[in-house]
């Protein structure tokens, strides 16, 4: 996972389910990301559909 902001992507962890991507927005500051990972804005998904994730 990326998190990019002012137009500067960092890497910040890899994430295995929604739960990982959850904490991870948490620890960045991202106010209720459960909310959001369904938002395009906020979420680019690079799997279709989205929430699907590859077994470990």
């Known amino acids: 996972m990326t998190a990019r902001r002012g137009g500067v992507e960092q890497?910040?962890?890899r994430a295995y389910?929604?739960?990982d991507l959850v904490e991870f927005m948490r620890r960045?500051?991202?106010q209720d990301p459960e909310?959001?990972?369904d938002?395009?804005?906020t979420v680019e998904w690079l799997?279709?559909?989205p929430h699907q994730w590859?077994?470990?």
């Open 11 to 13: 890497p910040i962890g």
């Open 17 to 19: 389910r929604d739960a």
């Open 28 to 30: 960045i500051g991202v």
């Open 35 to 37: 909310l959001l990972l």
């Open 39 to 41: 938002d395009p804005e």
């Open 47 to 49: 799997t279709d559909p």
């Open 54 to 56: 590859a077994t470990q």
